[in-house]
């Protein structure tokens, strides 16, 4: 078994193939559970794409909902900005059809707009995410900026491409060659990596506390207005101001709910 074959052989046996959206080559759901992993570990994710997909299983639906039927049923996954732009991206692709260029689309970046071809189209394009790009900086013992990454990501995976090696690299930066804990000994990398661990100009960052947070007391008066309406009063304006700065919260008449439009 060649160094090249091994990630493949290793994807076939252990990649993440139970993850709902792998299931399709729709660019709409595939949109969604990429825009979800924003911030979000696979795992939630899963929990929540099925209930989410099947209230808003195309643009149109999704556009004629509103956003706050969409804010709403993002629950409690985060970073609810994500819901609106899902909204207006939505409300784009139903008025235009599907660009050309997907990172004109509301949230969608680099990174997202290569998933969603190579996923969707089997397309060659090199999507560098935390996951991957971790991957390729151990393998080659060094930061690396995107363009050095994409080369390496095509080195360290050939002879997979397009949709394999996306995924193939992803399930193995988020499963063996984890941030904190990696797996060496169980990589399909190890004979091809020079770090065969943390390399030593990584550093770990890690997200700021949320107990106590500005984004906990955001989360609070959302969670709010999910429920009902409240009176702007009762709430934390400051909060509510950031809420409404991000197109997600609305005051009329001195009461907030979920934006409307």
Known sequence: ?????????????????????RATRDRWPILVSEVMLHQTQAPRVAAAWH????????????????????????????????????????????????PTDLMTLPGVGRYTAAAIAAQANDTDDIGIEVNIRRVCERVRGTRLNDRDAQIAAREISSPLGGRDRLLALMDVGATVC?????????????????????????????????????????????????????????????????????????????????ATA
């Open 178 to 258: 984890s941030a904190r804990t990696p797996r060496c000994d169980a990589c399909p990398l190890f004979d091809q990596c020079s770090s065969r661990g943390v390399h030593d100009d990584e550093t770990r960052h890690r997200q700021s506390r949320f107990e106590g947070s500005f984004r906990q007391r955001r989360g609070l008066v959302l969670a709010q207005l999910r429920t009902a309406p409240a009176p702007a009063g009762d709430l934390d304006g400051e909060a509510l101001f950031s809420l409404i700065a991000d197109g997600l919260a609305e005051v009329e008449r001195g009461v907030a709910r979920l």
């Open 51 to 98: 209930d989410f997909i099947g209230r808003f299983p195309d643009p149109p639906t999704t556009a004629a909902a509103g956003p706050a039927a969409v804010i709403a049923a993002w629950g409690r996954l985060g970073y609810p900005r994500r819901a609106r732009w899902l909204w207006e991206a939505a409300t784009r692709i139903t008025e235009h059809g599907w």
């Open 1 to 21: 078994m060649t160094r090249q074959s091994s990630l493949a052989r290793w994807y076939a046996r252990h990649g993440r193939h139970d993850l709902p959206w």
